[in-house]
C-alpha cells in the first residue's frame, strides 16, 4: 500500500537525516529535506521529493511550509560533532540548537503537525553514572538528578523538558529518541565533527603496515556503538509507536576505544599499532544503553553486529580516500 504521509526531515544532508530521507522515500513517503548545506554536499545522494537549503534557526524558513498540510517532523538538525568539538564548543551549540528546537516545535503546533520526532542524546545522562569503563548500562530514568556531559548534553535535555510541555500544554504528539553513538557510511570521517568509529576509521584507511594509530585519551574509555540501519529501523518504530517518553535506541555491547580500534585494523587486514594521546578530550569514562524499555515499548532491538558495521562503514570511508 503506498504511504501517502508528507513529513519533514530537518538536518537532511547530515548522517542519521541524509539516510533516514531516503529510508523514508523508499518506504513511499512523501520527503521534504531542509537542511542548511547544499545537497551536492551531502554525502549521499538524496532522494527527497523536495530539497530545501534552509538555515532553521531563522524563524522565516518555516513560514514557507505554513500553508501546507505536514503530518510528521523529523527534526534531526543540529549543531554537532565529536567529542573534540563537543568539548570545545558550547555557546553556538546551545544557541543554534535551541533557537532551531522552538521553531520546530512552534511550527508543529501551529500546523497541527501529527506527530515529531527528536533526536536527543546519550549525552543527557549524568556524569557522575559514566565514572568507570565498567559502566552500569544507562535507564532513561537514570537521566534525572540532572548533570548531563558538556552544553550539548544540557541542550538535549532541556529540548525533552520542552516537548514534555508542548505534549502537556498543546497536545502535541511527541516522540524522543536518545540516540547512543549511531555510526555508518555517508558521515562526516575528516573533520572535528567526525566521531570515533569514523574518525578510526580513516586513521586506519591511511595507514600503512608497521604505522602507528593514535587514539584519543588512554583507550579505556568505553561506550557502545549502534549501526545506522538499525538506528533507521528503531526511529519509525518509534514514530509509528504511542509511546511518548525519551527511550534509548542504542547498543548494549560495551567496547573499549582501544577494542574498537583492533576491530576496525581487523577488517582492514594491515598490522597496525596503537598510540594514545592523553592531551586529547576522552569524554566520560564509560556509557552504555540499557534496551529494557526500548525492547518492552515498541520491541526494537538491534540486529546488525559491530563487526558487520564497522565493515561496510571501514568499506565507505576508505572507498573515499583511495
Ligand atoms: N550521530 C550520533 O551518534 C548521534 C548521537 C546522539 C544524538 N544525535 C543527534 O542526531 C541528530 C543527527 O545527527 P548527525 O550525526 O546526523 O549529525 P550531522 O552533523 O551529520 O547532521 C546535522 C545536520 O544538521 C544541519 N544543520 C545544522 N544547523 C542547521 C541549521 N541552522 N539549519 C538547517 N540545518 C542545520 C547540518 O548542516 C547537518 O547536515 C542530531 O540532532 C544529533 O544531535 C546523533
Known amino acids: 500500500m503506498k504511504n501517502t504521509l508528507k513529513v519533514i526531515v530537518t538536518g537532511a544532508c547530515g548522517f542519521i537525516g541524509s539516510h533516514l530521507t531516503n529510508y523514508l522515500r523508499n518506504k513511499g513517503y512523501y520527503v521534504i529535506a531542509i537542511d542548511k548545506k547544499p545537497a551536492s554536499k ?18 522565516i524558513s518555516w513560514e514557507l511550509f505554513k500553508r501546507r498540510k505536514i503530518d510528521r517532523i523529523y527534526h534531526l538538525a543540529a ?15 546551545m544557541r543554534d540548537n535551541t533557537q532551531m ?49 558538556e552544553s550539548y548534553g544540557w541542550e538535549k535535555l532541556y529540548m525533552e523538558k520542552m516537548m514534555e510541555a508542548y505534549a502537556k500544554d498543546y ?15 555517508y558521515g562526516d570521517f575528516e573533520s572535528e565533527r567526525a566521531k570515533a568509529p569514523a574518525a578510526i576509521c580513516r586513521k586506519v584507511a591511511l595507514a600503512k603496515d608497521g604505522d602507528s594509530i593514535t587514539i584519543w585519551g588512554d583507550g579505556k574509555q568505553t ?5 545506522i540501519d538499525d538506528c533507521l529501523r528503531g526511529i519509525e518504530m518509534l514514530m509509528n509507536s504511542d509511546y511518548d517518553k525519551p527511550v534509548n535506541i542504542g547498543s548494549d555491547r560495551l567496547v573499549t576505544i582501544d577494542e574498537l580500534a583492533r576491530i576496525i585494523i581487523k577488517i ?3 598490522k597496525l599499532k596503537i598510540k594514545h594521546d592523553l592531551s586529547k578530550p576522552q569524554g566520560v ?38
Open 101 to 149: 528546537n522552538i521553531n520546530a516545535l512552534e511550527f508543529a503546533r501551529k500546523n497541527k503537525v501529527d506527530r515529531i520526532f527528536f533526536s536527543s542524546s546519550a549525552c543527557v545522562y549524568p556524569v557522575y553514572k559514566q565514572t568507570t569503563p565498567n559502566v552500569k548500562p544507562l535507564k532513561e530514568e537514570d537521566a534525572y538528578p540532572a548533570d548531563p556531559n
Open 79 to 93: 549543531n554537532m560533532g565529536g567529542i573534540g568539538y563537543i568539548t570545545r564548543v558550547g555557546a553556538p551549540i
Open 42 to 59: 551531502c554525502f549521499l545522494k538524496l532522494k527527497a521529493d523536495e530539497i530545501w537549503q534552509l538555515d532553521l534557526r531563522d524563524q
Open 268 to 270: 582492514s587486514g594491515k
Open 285 to 322: 569514562r564509560g556509557r552504555n544503553a540499557d534496551l529494557t524499555l526500548v525492547k518492552k515499548v515498541i520491541g526494537w532491538t538491534p540486529q546488525i553486529s559491530l563487526e558487520e558495521g564497522l565493515r561496510r562503514t571501514y568499506q565507505w570511508i576508505s572507498s573515499q580516500l583511495s
Open 223 to 227: 561506550r557502545s556503538f549502534l549501526y
Open 171 to 185: 497536545g502535541l504528539n511527541v516522540r524522543i529518541a536518545r540516540f547512543h553513538n549511531i555510526y555508518g557510511p
